[in-house]
Structures are given as structure tokens and as C-alpha cells.
């Protein structure tokens, strides 16, 4: 059974920084995307980065492009996401989400398509 569980969140300063991290367990991720989402309060959940964890290619909502960076780490079955530069406006729970439709050319940005999503993990960006 597949399962993904973040950690790393918290309260920081605006222009500090955090790492997310996911844990992923349960099956071999070798042919799959991960991505972070995230959702703020009375809004909709949206895309932050993506990355295919055997290629290592990326992708960057505009929102965080030059700010957050994702990779993976194969010995310890994680993705991270490492924020800098936090704005206040970055506040918001954050989603590991998977997919494993391994043919996708490009890491998806769309919720469906990720097959497995973990409980999130809150950043409170304080101005």
C-alpha cells in the first residue's frame, strides 16, 4: 500500500526558509512523478513543483520558479522541497502527491492526475 507522508512544516519569517520532506513507501517509485501541492485557506489547492524521480527532469509553478527547488533522495525513498525567499503568501498546507502514469512526457501540474496524495504538512509564513 502505497504511502506518503510529509514533515517539515512550520512558522517562519517571511524571507527564511523550510524543507519539506516526503516519505514514500509502500512500492518502488522508480517509474513515478512526484509533486507538491498545496493549498491555502478558502482557496483552491494548487500545483508547486513536480519532479520524475528517475529522469530527475522538473517542474515549477511561475508562483515559486527561482524560490523552491525539488529533488529526491533514492537512498532514504524521499522528495524534498526546499523553500527560500518565504512570502507570507506561501502560507498554506502542503500536499505530496504521486503519480504513476510513468508515460507522461512532462511531470503533470493537475490534481487528477495524481493517484496518491499524503495528509499535508502546514507553513505559516509570518510577515
Known amino acids: 500500500q502505497v504511502q506518503l507522508v510529509e514533515s517539515g512544516g512550520g512558522l517562519v519569517q517571511a524571507g527564511g526558509s523550510l524543507r519539506l520532506s516526503c516519505a514514500a513507501s509502500?512500492?518502488?517509485?522508480?517509474?513515478?512523478?512526484m509533486g507538491w501541492f498545496r493549498q491555502a485557506p478558502g482557496k483552491e489547492r494548487e500545483f508547486v513543483a513536480a519532479?520524475?524521480?528517475?529522469?530527475?527532469?522538473?517542474r515549477y509553478a511561475d508562483s515559486v520558479k527561482g524560490r523552491f527547488t525539488i529533488f529526491r533522495d533514492s537512498a532514504k525513498n524521499t522528495v524534498n522541497l526546499q523553500m527560500f525567499s518565504l512570502k507570507p503568501e506561501d502560507t498554506a498546507v502542503y500536499y505530496c502527491?504521486?503519480?504513476?502514469?510513468?508515460?507522461?512526457?512532462?511531470?503533470?501540474?493537475?490534481?487528477?492526475?495524481?493517484?496518491?496524495w499524503g495528509q499535508g504538512t502546514q507553513v505559516t509564513v509570518s510577515s
Open positions: 509502500g512500492r518502488s517509485f522508480s517509474r513515478y512523478v
Open positions: 502527491a504521486a503519480d504513476s502514469a510513468y508515460y507522461r512526457a512532462t511531470p503533470g501540474d493537475m490534481e487528477y492526475e495524481y493517484d496518491y
Open positions: 519532479i520524475r524521480w528517475s529522469a530527475g527532469n522538473t
